[in-house]
């Protein structure tokens, strides 16, 4: 059963432009997870690497960009626009702690990847308590 696509109830329905003033939109974003690392994987299709900025912290990902509107000849007229274009935010949180120092990152072709090493698990430190 490796067919099996995501319901998405809301697909047809039409897109929320005017949402807070202006289009809205975020990329797509998967996160995966091994013994050792998360994996998080988004797409960007279009975008630059430049336009991209990430910032993480031992239990989170913060992930910030830019998408350009293309510039279009003056005797265009569109019949149908979907494309998104605009600033985004995506913040993943994660359960375990990661080493934010060791994270790696790659952009090729629209999709950006990011490797998050699991810090170890801290060891409970306590003392016995004498009852007086």
Known sequence: MTDLQPWEPFEDFPPMSGFFGRAFWQPSVDL???????????????MKQKDIELTVDENSLTLRGESREEKTGEDEHFYRRERRSGSFVRHISLHNKIRPDEAKATFRDGVLEVRLPKAEPAVPRGRKLEVQ
Do not use: C, H, V
């Open 32 to 46: 995966a997870e091994r013994a050792e690392e998360f994996i998080i994987r988004a797409n960007l299709p279009g």
